[in-house]
């Protein structure tokens, strides 16, 4: 088991800039290391962000966000950020990461990972 904790969400005027972290209780080494990010907005379904693989250093970005959005992890691989840049108002959500990938779906489906974070809130104003 894998516990999750996001921090870093708030509120900040369109154009600017967030930095979301995940630190996780335990190495993300586990089921190929690959922590992503989901972002829910209120009516909307869960919208896979970003996915980084520790095993393999790759990350993956939606297409939604990218050139905006990038994530990376620390030296320790127990916390992955999420950089957002150029924020926009359509990027208010609450921010959720994500970790223990099944490798039964798509990086972007939300089941197939066993461990979520409570989330995090961005508001773009």
């Known amino acids: 088991h894998v516990q999750l904790v996001e921090s870093g969400g708030g509120s900040v005027e369109a154009g600017g800039s967030l930095r979301l972290s995940c630190t996780a209780d335990?190495?993300?080494?586990?089921?190929?290391?690959?922590v992503a990010w989901f972002r829910e907005a209120p009516g909307k379904e869960r919208e896979g962000v970003s996915l980084?693989?520790?095993?393999?250093?790759?990350?993956t970005i939606a297409a939604s966000v990218k050139g905006r959005f990038t994530t990376s992890t620390d030296n320790n691989k127990k916390v992955v950020h999420l950089q957002m840049n150029n924020l926009k108002r359509e990027d208010s959500a609450t921010y959720y990461c994500?970790?223990?990938?099944?490798?039964?779906?798509?990086?972007?489906?939300?089941?197939?990972?066993?461990?979520w974070g409570q989330g995090t809130q961005v508001t773009v104003s």
């Open positions: 994500a970790a223990g990938r099944k490798w039964q779906r798509s990086w972007y489906s939300q089941s197939d990972y066993a461990f």
């Open positions: 980084y693989c520790t095993s393999s250093d790759t990350s």
């Open positions: 335990a190495s993300t080494h586990t089921n190929g290391g690959c």
